[in-house]
């Protein structure tokens, strides 16, 4: 019964915090993974900078609000840029080598946890339109712990870009994942929200999966998606293609299921085959023969063997990954 009380009280304590937060300007701080973004970097800093001014002079948060950089092992000079740029609204936290953009973004998620009220994750590119902050500011304020940036359209992006996206996310939602459409990492989070996203231990990483499980009222925000200003996509083809399968093996079952549905399928259609086979050669005149259909039959079941043990295999390497519980980002220093 103790208990009981006592967690009520936290509850309300916890909710009485979120509030004054929210109602007074709160701190919000602007996460932003980047790796090899030398060609962006000043650019968006300053862009974010005048943001941040901006929002400060409307009384929209905090004067201690500020931006907070992830060089995710960067090869070129992102990292002595951001260090240029000195001045103490920002901060820099320098990964030991490339740990990948979802765990970037999580090193980044984990260092401002304590420090602010609400934090947007962005990428470097400024792909997505700064200027949905502002609303996603009055989302949160009027009780939405987690805002999700939606990009209108995708006129942008080369029609490759659009029909793979469009594929991926109906895909995703066949498999039964809950993604939402056109959302990709630009996102506000509530305090409570990051520290319970954070609370997470998986090592085959994909937020935007994992966001919609932590609950929560969230509202979204409707923007325009921009092209890359300068600089390149760091998610070619392949590594697109990775990035979506990870995100059906970590959220779904429905591969290793559909499998053991085809199993039942085709087990049950050879049994007819044998069936008919022993018909036609004791009751007719004409047995089935040939080699053609022979073969045709053993590539279609020794294919569906090794696709089966493929998906299969896919999810052992997962759960490997999982148990050895390895650190999912080092960091080298905070500047
Ligand atoms: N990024 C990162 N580590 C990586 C790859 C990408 O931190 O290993 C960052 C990158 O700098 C950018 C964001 O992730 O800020 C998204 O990458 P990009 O804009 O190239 O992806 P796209 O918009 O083309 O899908
Ligand atoms: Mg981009």
Redesign the pocket.
Known sequence: MKKEIDCHEFAHANARLASKSRNDSPKLAIV??????EAVVAHTYNALCQKLNSLIAQNLIAKESFLCF?D?GSKDKTCELLLSLKTPSHKLIKLTR????QN??LAGLHFVKDKCDCVVSM???L?DDINAIDEMLVKFKSGADIVYGVRKARDKDTAFKKYTALGFYKFMQTMGVKILYNH?DYRLLSHRACENLLEFKEVNLFLRGIVPLVGHKSEVVYYERGA?FAG????PFAK?LAFALNGITSFSIAPLRLMSVLGVVLFFASICYGIYALYMKFFTAEPISGWTSTILVLLFFGGMQFLGLGIMGEYIGKIYAEVKHRPRYFVEEVL
């Open positions: 932003v993974p980047c790796y090899n973004e992830v995710d490339n740990y990948g953009h970037a973004l990428d470097c590119d792909q990709a890359r390149e996509s760091k998610y697109m």
